[in-house]
């Protein structure tokens, strides 16, 4: 039978054992402690042009990025005021994506409530309360509570996605999904002369040497996305409802996103996924 227990509730500001390097090292290597959904880190630190570094930036699926800023102990107004001009230095440099900015204090007090809740109008803001718990002598459980979440209202630079190989792919999804990638990517026509290319967040393509990425994969646990870029909805969207692929269009940068679960998805739809890969391909020069 199982036994409840208390655990001891710690303020981590002022520990000597736990330092927010600690925190943001905690959080950049499980993303998923957040409750942000599946996220992905792309770095930590990031250096801003304007001065200052970035806590953690991460993305997810949909490509809309979070620029995250810790603070041990309450929130206050130069944190605020940092967090937002990281996320707004972020949104001016990469115009491709979303992004959101989150703050992670311990203690969100009401009066920054209110003053986030204001902002929160124009810009989307992500205020976690960061809760530390003593689980034994030497262990600490940490908690992320999501007390006020968004209202929705460069160019992709490959230097700032660490490379990585198969090996980690086979770790992130599965031996079977990559084979299933591989098996599109190797009967898509259009896709002749380039190569794959391992990157943490997604796999790009590169041709003659070169990075360049009309398409990209995001292989799952159970299927792959393929990504195509400067597509509009109005032209493809019909057309793909009478396939039953599952798909999304992302307006903001005119992106589409199929999921295929088995080869057929995109064998049976062949000419329609060549022709979407050519526009690509076209778009990006």
Not at 53 to 65: E, F, H, Y
Not at 216 to 221: A, E, L, T
Request: charge should be negative; aromatic fraction near 10%.
């Amino acid at each position: 039978m199982s036994k409840l227990v208390s655990m001891e509730k710690i303020t981590l500001k002022n520990s000597k054992s736990v330092s927010e390097k600690m925190i943001q090292d905690y959080i950049f290597e499980n993303p998923s402690c957040l409750g942000l959904g599946e996220l992905t880190a792309i770095t930590k630190e990031k250096t801003q042009p304007t001065g200052g570094r970035l806590d953690i930036l991460m993305a997810d699926d949909s490509n809309t990025r979070y620029e995250i800023e810790i603070q041990l102990g309450e929130t206050d107004p130069s944190h605020i005021i940092r967090t937002i001009e990281y996320w707004d230095t972020e949104r001016r440099r990469y115009q491709k994506y979303d992004h959101v900015a989150v703050i992670v204090a311990e203690e969100i007090t009401g009066r920054f409530m209110n003053v986030i809740s204001l902002f929160n109008g124009n810009i989307p803001i992500v205020a976690l309360q960061l809760s530390a718990f003593k689980v034994n002598e030497d262990d600490l459980a940490l908690i992320f509570t999501k007390v006020l979440d968004r209202i929705t209202p460069g160019d992709d630079e490959e230097d700032e996605y660490e490379p990585t190989d198969r090996k980690y792919w086979e770790g992130k999804s599965t031996k079977e999904q990559l084979k299933l990638m591989d098996d599109v990517f190797g009967s898509c026509i259009p896709l002749s002369g380039y190569e794959l290319k391992y990157n943490k967040f997604y796999i790009g393509l590169t041709k003659a040497g070169k990075s360049t990425n009309p398409v990209i994969f995001r292989p799952r646990k159970s299927y792959v996305y393929m990504h195509f870029y400067h597509i509009k909805e109005e032209e493809y969207s019909e057309r793909l409802d009478e396939t039953g692929l599952t798909y999304d269009f992302i307006p903001v940068r005119s992106e589409l996103r199929i999921r295929i679960n088995k080869l057929s998805d995109y064998s049976d739809h062949k000419d329609l996924f060549d022709e979407i890969v050519n526009l690509s391909i076209d778009a990006k020069g």
